[in-house]
């Protein structure tokens, strides 16, 4: 009897209040949180529902530094890209972190490619990026085992390792006073009067203001939260393949196709990575998972969700020839080998190495649809609340590439958004 009167007088752990509470543990995630660090926020905290730091998006991409040739003029992606290139070889060569300005080459294979080849270029040149246009000659000189009838040079791309950077930006994080809480799921986030509870798997946290980058889950904990987003996050799966032999041997950087304007997607690509190795892809499949990275990870609910959105449906039926072929190519090592051999001429299937755990070389994006069924192609901050009338959740809704790229800006837009110091 004693000790159940002493347990029920024990005092109640304090619920932690924070300043700023980020949720999410991705490169964007952990780019937030450096900056509103380095904007003078002394009480800090990230929440992220894994283990470890950049586990989805950030760790299962093709590690690209993108110059920002390809996005519209005026918008986030054109803005943070270009100054996210710079920012990333920078940090990198800061902290001792691999990369290398390797420079891409773009390269038309067919003559119906180059007005868009050629809309590239003026968007390129209107976002401040270098961009030279190359003949078939051009091509050969950069890349000896490409084919091409013209091509683009594009030489501020990169390549580098966008998880030792989150792994660096959360050290530096954590030296500074940041608090993370790691396999901690944040269930949904409610504005009050006076603060902003983050309601988790593992208890509460209170803060003045939440930025949620979430993505796989970020439209999941905005509606959970009562915050209609506008928007349904539908998951694509990219799979990547290792390019063997002399032809993978020969490739100088990246090589890339024209892309098409009807879709966010760049198409698949041969990069060469810091470690020396070749791979291509990605295709773009519908996942049957939020994190569904292979055929046989299958949450019937999730599944259900986007089968059902009216926007998924909408854009399905229109563009259903090319959902087929994308699941062939990613059923088909073949027809892989076929995509890729219209820029690298000879590539055949037994030249694609697919590992063991397929798992490990597939990536998700992360990429949101509106009610109409098109695409939303800019990234998409939404704020619930306003810095001038108190606590406010910034819900980051569409961050899919070239985030990584544009992680340093974004966070530095984000905190300049909470704020209210945003242009």
Request: proline share 6%; aromatic share 4%.
């Amino acid at each position: 009897m004693a000790d159940t009167a002493r347990a029920r007088s024990a005092p109640v752990a304090p619920t932690p209040h924070h300043d700023v509470v980020v949720v999410g543990g991705g490169i964007v995630g952990f780019a937030v949180l450096h900056e509103l660090l380095a904007a003078g926020h002394t009480s800090v905290a990230l929440v992220e529902r894994e283990h470890t730091a950049g586990t989805h998006q950030t760790g299962r991409n093709s590690n690209v530094i993108h110059s920002g040739l390809y996005y519209a003029p005026g918008s986030l992606k054109a803005r943070l890209a270009v100054a996210g290139c710079a920012e990333t070889k920078e940090f990198c060569a800061e902290h001792d972190l691999p990369f290398e300005e390797c420079g891409k080459v773009v390269a038309a294979t067919d003559a119906d490619e180059l007005p868009r080849m050629a809309e590239l270029v003026r968007r390129g040149r209107a976002n401040g990026v270098e961009v030279h246009e190359l003949d078939e000659a051009g091509v050969r000189e950069r890349e000896p085992a490409v084919a091409a009838i013209a091509g683009l040079w594009v030489p501020s791309t990169g390549i580098c390792d966008y998880g030792a950077i989150t792994r660096r930006l959360a050290d530096l994080a954590v030296g500074r006073g940041a608090v993370l809480h790691t396999g901690r799921a944040v269930r949904s986030v409610a504005r009050r009067r006076g603060d902003v509870v983050v309601r988790t798997d593992r208890g509460d946290l209170l803060a003045g203001q939440v930025v949620v980058c979430a993505g796989l889950r970020s439209d999941e904990i905005a509606r959970a939260s009562g915050f209609d987003p506008g928007v349904r996050i539908v998951p694509f799966r990219g799979e990547y393949s290792d390019l063997v032999g002399p032809i993978g041997e020969s490739v100088r950087g990246l090589v890339y196709p024209v892309p098409d304007p009807a879709f966010p997607f760049l198409g698949v690509h041969a990069t060469r990575g810091v470690d020396g190795s070749v791979h291509v892809g990605p295709n773009a499949v519908l996942a049957l998972a939020r994190e569904g990275y292979d055929w046989r990870t299958l949450r019937v609910r999730e599944l259900a969700g986007t089968l059902t959105d009216p926007g998924f449906l909408t854009l399905a039926g229109r563009q259903w020839r090319y959902g087929l072929g994308e699941m062939h190519r990613s059923l088909s090592r073949s027809a892989m080998a076929a995509a890729v051999a219209r820029m690298l001429p000879g590539v055949t299937a037994d030249d694609l190495r697919t590992p063991h755990d397929v798992a490990r070389r597939a990536g998700v994006r992360a990429q949101a649809i509106r009610p109409d069924g098109s695409l939303v192609d800019d990234f998409l901050f939404v704020q619930d609340g306003s810095p001038e009338d108190g606590p406010s959740v910034l819900h980051v809704l569409n961050a899919p590439s070239p985030a990584a790229t544009a992680a340093l800006p974004i966070g530095r837009e984000i905190v300049a958004r909470l704020e209210g110091k945003a242009a």
